[in-house]
């Protein structure tokens, strides 16, 4: 997909909002349910989208800072330890609390001026605020699927995919090459490597699987002219607009 303008983006992140706040409604007697995320509740989604918004919210109002915060206190075992902790509140007390955690990033968002788009933050060590930007649209899509509830990746729209096999590419192992035909579309090719396969299937099946999340539907993969088992992915990794 083309690059989204700082308008194009903002816009997409405040329906994000929306779309979280609407699913989020009906998690108060499902809370303890187990989410799309091994080993973690719905609970533990939320708690992981309180925190997560509590940090990209200080990282918004404090980008360009000479010695920017790092984006959670303690680093990521203190994260861990917060979602853990945080997933034990009272359903009721949990939902405010993350509706807060949305309030305040929804205001610091609306807040962003255009000469602050390309500034530094302590995202990842220096990530842009727009690099910012996408990682906020990227975690609110896909955590509002982790729910399991009313959404789900079949709701993630063409763009989006379209974004998470750009942003994602880093995924692909150096030796391999996936090339990616999603139904009615245009083929995508991911990674250089000698050793390619074929993957077809819907865009979000394909989006999904690549994001590391169960597809709904099957994914075929091919090898050569043989059926293969889906591939191998390296670890979560967006490289950044800052550091490109």
Known sequence: MTELSQQDLTARILAAV???????????????????LPGWSRAHVLAHIDGFSRAATR???TAGAEKPFEMY????????????????MRPDALLARTSEALDALEASIRGISTAEWT??????????????????WRELVIHTSDLALAYSVADWDP???AHLFAALAGRVPESRRYILQPHGAQRIVLGSGDDATVLSGTAFDLAAWLAGREPLGPIQATAG???????????WFVKLKAKN
């Open 18 to 36: 929306s779309t979280l706040r609407k699913t989020m409604s009906s998690v108060d007697a499902a809370a303890a349910e187990p989410s799309v």
């Open 59 to 61: 990282q918004l109002d």
């Open 73 to 88: 206190d303690g680093g990521m075992d203190r994260r861990h330890e917060a979602i853990e902790l945080t997933a034990l």
């Open 119 to 136: 500034l530094p933050t302590g995202f990842r060590d220096g990530g842009s605020v727009e690099d910012l930007f996408y990682a906020i």
């Open 159 to 161: 763009d989006f995919c």
């Open 225 to 235: 002219a043989d059926g293969a088992a889906l591939p191998e992915l390296g670890p």
